[in-house]
């Protein structure tokens, strides 16, 4: 049982990237997942979630930019991620959440820069 994060990369400021969260032993379905994000010397960061009912929210910086997308028929949540700007740079980390469980993944690298 685990979900893994795959899709980051390093690319320039205003290009994109589509991470993904992907769960293997278990259906996402009727889960939350929640985007997080470490940048280097920081706390680690809400970025943004869908609920079980499939309610999204974003944090502030990122609304405009980035979605986040389930797809129950792949087992699947992604963070489709536009306009990236140097300030996005992270690990990027997602976690599955129902009741009181809660799993992470071990996170996938983006670096945006010049």
């Known amino acids: 049982v685990q979900v893994v994060e795959s899709g980051g990369g390093l690319v320039q400021p205003g290009e994109s990237l589509r991470l993904s969260c992907e769960a293997s032993?278990?259906?996402?379905?009727?889960?939350?997942i929640i985007w997080h994000r470490q940048a280097p010397g920081m706390p680690r960061d809400w970025v943004a979630s869908?609920?079980?009912?499939?309610?999204?929210k974003y944090q502030e910086s990122v609304k405009g930019r980035f979605t986040i997308i389930r797809d129950n028929a792949k087992n699947a949540v992604y963070l489709q991620m536009n306009n990236l700007k140097p300030e996005d740079t992270a690990v990027y980390y997602c976690?599955?959440?129902?009741?009181?469980?809660?799993?992470w993944g071990q996170g996938t690298q983006v670096t945006v820069s010049s």
């Open positions: 976690e599955a959440t129902r009741l009181s469980s809660s799993l």
């Open positions: 032993g278990f259906s996402l379905n009727g889960y939350g």
């Open positions: 869908i609920g079980g009912t499939n309610l999204k």
